[in-house]
């Protein structure tokens, strides 16, 4: 049973998601003409609100983490409005407590035969990215692995964000440097199939504005769909660790990938942890 607890800090993340996707959208993107200086960056709440049908105080009550309801349509319509990915949309019918529409339930892509497999891999980390680099699922293997993956606010839990601008992470990946390129290489290759989707666009338009490095590389134009194969950590308890990466795909023609994370040589094996509690 939900308690008023966890009712108030699903609707208080509800309403900063929806601020950071609304903010991420510019008015001409929505067809809106540009009337002077604006103060917000993307789009007004009235804004949305006129754009999805609903009423402004309503939405805005929604973006203050009010206790109300939102049905499916107008959900669908604020999803449609700000331009959510499946991944978003998903998230954000799971945040306003609302059941998933079938069609969104038919082509979930975290099976529970893949939740298992999550699971029964332990200790050994697996995590299951889209071509977008989302983290959309990982067991606690990668959390020991990466650090407490689960305090990372959603709209950040992607690899190529938390490589670039997280601390935390460059210091656990020895071979930063090496690799860094590569992965922005096989991003950009990725891309070819979604250059004209916003949740990309702005991916690219935050890392440039964020990631000095990423601003340098992007405009090179380079591209590479070669996976890389080893990678080496730093972890801060037990020190050194060699991986060998095995991807899965989800499907034939699927985006999405299991990465498998494999001790490369026995000290690292002896190094992962036994059990979770």
């Not at 680099?133 to 990372?152: F, H, K, P, S």
């Not at 601008?165 to 210091?171: A, I």
């Not at 090496?178 to 991003?187: E, H, K, L, M």
Request: proline fraction near 7%; include cysteine; glycine fraction near 4%.
């Amino acid at each position: 049973m939900t308690t008023a607890v966890e009712s108030d800090l699903r609707r208080q993340e509800l309403a900063r998601f929806l601020r950071s996707r609304r903010e991420r959208i510019t008015p001409e993107q929505v067809g809106l003409p540009l009337h002077g200086r604006r103060r917000t960056p993307g789009l007004r709440r009235e804004e949305v609100a006129q754009l999805a049908g609903v009423g402004v105080t309503w939405y805005t009550w929604l973006e203050q983490g009010r206790d109300i309801n939102a049905s499916e349509q107008v959900l669908q319509a604020i999803a449609r409005t700000l331009r959510l990915d499946p991944h978003e949309h998903t998230h954000l019918f799971r945040l306003a407590g609302a059941p998933e529409p079938e069609g969104e339930k038919d082509c979930q892509v975290i099976t529970p035969a893949m939740e298992l497999m999550l699971k029964k891999l332990e200790p050994y980390p697996v995590a299951v990215r889209n071509a977008r680099c989302d983290l959309l699922a990982y067991n606690r293997g990668y959390t020991w692995l990466m650090g407490e993956v689960d305090q990372i606010p959603f709209e950040d839990r992607n690899t190529l964000v938390q490589c670039l601008l997280n601390p935390e992470w460059r210091k656990r990946m020895l071979d930063w440097d090496t690799n860094i390129p590569r992965v922005i290489a096989s991003f950009r290759a990725a891309m070819a199939e979604h250059v004209a989707e916003p949740a990309w666009k702005n991916l690219v338009k935050r890392l440039k504005a964020e990631s000095p490095l990423f601003a340098e590389l992007w405009p090179h134009h380079d591209v590479n769909s070669e996976p890389i194969r080893t990678k080496r950590y730093l972890h801060p308890d037990v020190g050194l660790l060699r991986f060998n990466f095995t991807y899965l795909y989800y499907g034939r023609r699927s985006e999405i990938t299991m990465s498998t994370y494999t001790p490369a040589d026995e000290e690292t094996a002896a190094k992962l942890p036994l059990m979770f509690d």
